[in-house]
């Protein structure tokens, strides 16, 4: 008896060390392990949700649906980036916009890792988007965010790594 005791207390002691030693939240420096669904009403209520907020430096406001991606709430321009070694998938839920793609940054400078902010872009093909569209902006790729004043648009936004 006292030898079942003795190996429940280990597992329970090897159990808080290991749980100690676990980051917080589970598996908070990647994506989730399992599946996680959002229903077209609870992103709408997320994109709703997030409108209020909106930054008057920014124009923007965000909600992270996991690491890897994003909700973004626009209602107004963005600076020029690139992301060094991360590509955007980038899926329109509501609204409409233009964004800039590749040219020539003026102005850019490192704003964190792998990241380069700047003023404008120079060049670059505009492509007028809408509610439905997706567009993939290739990594170390310029680009920037235009929302006409009075309107706004909500996208979903996936940081992906390019196969080569």
Do not use: C
């Amino acid at each position: 008896m006292r030898a079942w005791i003795g190996a429940g207390i280990l597992v329970v002691l090897g159990s808080i060390v290991l749980m100690a030693q676990a980051p917080r939240g589970g598996a908070a420096a990647g994506d989730p392990l399992t599946p996680v669904f959002w229903s077209a009403k609870q992103l709408a209520d997320l994109g709703a949700e997030a409108g209020p907020r909106v930054s008057p430096d920014t124009h923007m406001a965000g909600v992270r649906l996991i690491p890897s991606a994003n909700m973004i709430y626009r209602a107004g321009d963005s600076g020029a980036e690139a992301h060094v070694k991360l590509a955007d998938f980038i899926s329109v839920l509501e609204g409409e916009g233009t964004i800039l793609v590749g040219g020539t940054m003026i102005g850019g400078k490192p704003s964190g890792t792998d990241e380069i902010r700047g003023e404008s872009i120079e060049g670059g093909t505009r492509y007028p988007i809408k509610t439905g569209d997706t567009i993939y902006i290739p990594a170390n790729m310029p680009h920037q965010f235009f929302v006409e004043k009075g309107k706004h648009w909500v996208i979903t936004l996936v940081k992906i790594t390019p196969k080569p």
